[in-house]
């Protein structure tokens, strides 16, 4: 069975927007379009017909093209059955532990509240690789919005489960910025030094920093961390648990 392929591009600002081809069915989707301008330069680049759209939830920079490229390519749109009053257009109903099938390839459906209340990840489970959108970034994780803080806590637990090298790919390029913050508070953190010495050349350079993988994040996130001891004493939060450490951490990132 061939591979997935992935192809990443880049829109607006700082998002990504991520076409997934199967070569065998040559089914084609496209997670959260913001614009469809690139995706149809993209597609007709690749020689692909699009298929469907996945959404991760509602918000306009992860749904913005979705209804020009359904008129365009015909495609049906994707997305949680709790945002079903908030994507217009939208075909296909999905929910936690439903199987959404790309050809043969499966992806599971994983909700994930906190950053928005119906936000959900794809997990292409055969091939290693997690669409989240805006739950878990690279070095960061998304504003808690519409949830709480323990959901956004227990959201991230799930991803944490999932095999260690699992791709991550985040719908946007902070990586930087993120590690800035993360080395203000987990400071000591050898593999995070490491990695922002990667990443500030990767972006001087203009080479995205995304994926990455979950093995990394653990190591590196400090919102995957708030069980570490070397963390919580330097948030003076020895002891704590993990969501109270959770919660400081996402509060110092709001204004940071």
């Not at 590690?179 to 972006?203: E, H, I, K, W, Y």
Request: charged share 25%; with cysteine; hydrophobic share 35%.
């Amino acid at each position: 069975m061939s591979a997935l392929e992935i192809h990443q591009i880049a829109v607006l600002s700082d998002n990504y927007v991520y076409l997934i081809h199967d070569p065998q069915s040559k089914q084609t989707a496209v997670v959260d379009p913001a614009v469809s301008a690139p995706v149809l330069d993209a597609l007709h680049d690749k020689g692909w017909k699009l298929t469907y759209i996945l959404n991760t939830h509602h918000h306009n920079d992860h749904i913005g093209g979705n209804l020009d490229l359904k008129s365009q390519t015909g495609c049906q749109i994707v997305g949680a059955k709790n945002d079903r009053h908030r994507i217009d257009g939208i075909d296909m109903e999905i929910e936690d532990g439903d199987i959404f099938k790309l050809g043969d390839r499966e992806a599971v459906v994983m909700e994930v509240p906190g950053h928005t209340s119906g936000h959900i990840a794809y997990w292409f489970k055969q091939d290693g690789a997690l669409f989240c959108g805006d739950t878990l970034f690279a070095l960061g994780c998304g504003r808690v919005f519409e949830g709480t803080m323990d959901q956004m806590w227990q959201s991230l637990q799930k991803i944490m489960a999932l095999p260690k090298q699992t791709e991550i790919y985040c719908a946007h390029e902070y990586t930087q910025s993120n590690g800035a913050f993360a080395l203000s508070v987990d400071p000591d953190n050898q593999a995070l030094q490491s990695r922002m010495t990667r990443v500030n050349r990767m972006r001087a350079e203009g080479v995205p920093t995304v994926p990455s993988t979950l093995e990394l994040e653990l190591e590196t996130n400090p919102f995957l961390r708030p069980a570490d001891k070397e963390l919580q004493k330097h948030l003076h939060l020895e002891g704590a648990s993990p969501v109270q450490v959770f919660s400081e951490i996402r509060q110092r990132k709001d204004h940071f």
